[in-house]
């Protein structure tokens, strides 16, 4: 069994910063795990953000991200920074993790309940 806890979640303004976490704890969880982050924006079905493998060294993102995100790893915490946020990237942003990278993209094993952001124009 493995927890996913998101925080970091809520109203910001366009052109703002914001870095999510998430952190993994769990006996099923294992520090080589890689961990990464989805959203769901209204209208919308949930979306690749980006994974990250167990050292950090590995990272792939999504394609619609326009270079704004990166994500980021301290054991067992994954984070989300998201810069120039804008109205577009208002939704719910999830944590996942899974094997590898590749895994958590496409078939993660675990989920957390995931973080609201709004963004104001």
């Known amino acids: 069994q493995v927890q996913l806890v998101e925080s970091g979640g809520g109203l910001v303004q366009a052109g703002d910063s914001l870095k999510l976490p998430c952190a993994a704890s769990?006996?099923?969880?294992?520090?080589?795990?890689?961990m990464g982050w989805f959203r769901q924006v209204p209208g919308k079905e949930r979306e690749f953000v980006g994974s990250?493998?167990?050292?950090?060294?590995i990272t792939v993102y999504g394609e619609s991200l326009e270079g704004r995100f990166s994500i980021s790893r301290n054991e067992n915490t994954v984070y989300l920074q998201m810069n120039n946020l804008k109205s577009e990237d208002t939704g719910v942003y999830y944590c996942?993790?899974?094997?590898?990278?590749?895994?958590?993209?496409?078939?993660?094993?675990?989920w957390g309940q995931g973080t609201r952001v709004t963004v104001s124009s």
């Open positions: 996942a993790g899974g094997v590898n990278v590749d895994q958590v993209r496409n078939y993660p094993d675990y």
């Open positions: 769990g006996p099923s969880f294992s520090s080589s795990d890689a």
């Open positions: 990250i493998n167990w050292s950090g060294l």
